[in-house]
């Protein structure tokens, strides 16, 4: 992709995401956007077709960042490494996402992230668990939702857990179930 449509990409996503700082986002409009990003709707309109994509886009960016890494591990990269590699993905781009997730048009973005952890969780399963269950997409997104939500709970609450805690708060809730997380709280709360 050419330098100058990634910069101009990067500049529509950025705009958005201050926008939506300020406004909520059936409240913003293209021409705000191009207003703020500095191009012209027709250049708006090579790259996407609506504001939702841009959305959509935030979140197949995240889709390949983890993709790249998990394709790097091959079958070695498991549930820990996602949840890892989701923990630095966010922390590198820590304002983008606290705008998104505490801004109240959050919906359309946590809509974008799902899609893009239902399917990374999708492909490590299948692909280094061997998982083939024709429920797979339901289980993915059981837990593509839960990681979401725990962000935006992280991300809300005025005395935030240090990110490594958050981290095995998730890895808790993936590998222990409700069951195990329950055992564990009473086991903690009791030393």
Known sequence: MDIRVRNT????RKSLIDLMGEEKFENIT???LCKNAGIS???FYMHYAS???VITDIGKDMYAQMSDRFKSKGSDYGMRDVLKD??????NNLDTYFKMATSESHHEFHIALEIAFQKIVADVCR???GLTSPNLEYYSTFFAS???SVYGKWFRSHEKQPKEKLEQILYSCTFLGS???IRDGIKRQNQ
């Open 51 to 53: 504001l939702d994509d």
């Open 127 to 129: 692909n280094s668990y």
């Open 86 to 91: 989701i923990n630095e993905i966010i922390s």
């Open 30 to 32: 293209i021409s705000m």
């Open 146 to 148: 839960g990681i979401i």
């Open 179 to 181: 069951d195990g997380i």
């Open 9 to 12: 990409m990067a500049a529509v």
């Open 41 to 43: 709707r027709k250049t």
